[in-house]
């Protein structure tokens, strides 16, 4: 753990009277992040790490506020239980969640704002914010590309059956044969998204150049005319109709009431048999069990992502092992698909652009705000 609290705020007396009273005081900054390690030390532009602090302590220091930086957030004596008490602001990640709960916001007495380094807040519990008047903020449009390009890879490293053929040459094979008998193309085949907001378009349009067979999405609202032709995309009202459908499947909705366990059982029983799921949404909107199970059985012909039910997953998680009936079908990776470099000197930079603007009492970014003060702003997470 990281911390560090600069002995007074005379820095701020040159700064413009024209600005809030609040920049002038000192406030208590959490950041909950994920350990880097020796590649953190080696690789200053892993700013989402505990080591690299998003770039932003000299920063906050100089601006008189205190910088409490962890991964430590699991159990009763974690660092974010603790110092969620007093802070003011908390900074959380995707990529190492820390959770929000109902009960820590009853408990963080002078918590005003939380802030997503990324984007996706489904970690905090967004309805007891409301009701407390906290807002959550997330760097909206971040990691959009970083995420679309790793749908597009995951998708080929499926359907082209990638990962079992690289592991036979690895372990000094060459059977051509075992790994072409489950390899196919994406040309000619039906590509549909779950959600099709900034991520789920952009994977609509990477994909185009391979000559799918038609482009469908899911979404409660329709893409404008003139996004939906550029793709020439047909929508689906219905879920089970949709599924029905597609040979392949991206998921790229956020995580919230509506979502959690779409993808389950009974739903599974309606996809196109064989068919290939993408998910590096949130891993909670599949039933874990029944992707596994279907799978097994052949239902699915192969899933992948980076997302999971819990972060960090667990080493007995069947998802880390699980193949279908061939000894492949599995695409899964630690949760990374926005956290590129790249990405992390968009949503680290944005990071900071959203605290200066809260310190200095300024307007945010209405794209950046989920929840406003005891109020949604932003339909991502479902109609309210």
């Known amino acids: 753990m990281f911390t560090a609290k600069s002995a007074s705020t005379l820095a701020f007396k040159s700064i413009s009277r024209t600005f809030s009273s609040s920049a002038a005081r000192s406030s208590k900054v959490l950041a909950i992040l994920y350990k880097g390690g020796d590649a953190a030390k080696q690789e200053p532009r892993l700013l989402g790490t505990v080591e690299n602090q998003l770039g932003i302590r000299s920063w906050l220091e100089s601006q008189g506020h205190e910088f409490v930086v962890s991964d430590d957030k699991e159990g009763p004596n974690s660092d974010f239980q603790k110092h969620i008490e007093d802070a003011e602001v908390l900074i959380t990640t995707p990529f190492h969640p820390g959770y929000l709960t109902r009960d820590m916001i009853a408990k963080a007495k002078n918590l005003k704002v939380c802030v997503t380094a990324g984007v996706g807040s489904d970690h905090i519990d967004l309805n007891a914010a409301v009701e407390k008047g906290i807002q959550v903020l997330e760097v909206t449009g971040s990691n959009v590309t ?125 996809f196109k048999k064989g068919a290939w799921l993408i998910n590096t949404a949130r891993g909670a909107i599949c039933d874990v069990d029944a992707v596994a199970e279907a799978l097994k059985t052949g239902q699915l012909r192969g899933y992948g992502g980076d997302v999971w039910n819990v972060q960090p997953a667990p080493k007995d998680h069947v998802w880390r092992s699980m193949k279908n009936s061939l000894g492949g079908g599995n695409a899964m990776t630690p949760h990374y698909s926005g956290t590129t470099l790249d990405a992390q000197a968009r949503y680290a930079q944005g990071t900071k652009d959203i605290l200066e603007t809260y310190f200095f009492g300024k307007a945010q970014k209405p794209a950046d705000i989920i929840v406003g003060v005891g109020k949604y702003e932003s339909s991502s997470y479902g109609k309210r």
């Open 146 to 270: 970083s995420v679309a390009e790793q749908v597009v890879m995951t998708m080929l490293t499926l359907v082209r059956n990638y990962t079992p053929a690289h592991e036979m040459i690895a372990r000094g094979d060459w059977q051509v044969s075992e790994v072409a008998r489950n390899a196919f193309d994406l040309e000619g085949k039906v590509i549909g998204t779950i959600g099709a907001g900034r991520i789920g378009y952009r994977v609509l349009q990477r994909v185009l150049p391979f000559e799918p067979k038609e482009l469908l999405y899911y979404d409660y609202q329709s893409l404008p005319k003139d996004a939906e032709q550029s793709v020439n995309a047909r929508r689906v009202e219905d879920l089970k109709d949709f599924v029905s459908q597609c040979d392949v499947i991206t998921i790229n909705a956020p995580l919230h009431e509506g979502t959690k366990g779409l993808i389950n059982a009974e739903l599974l029983k309606h």
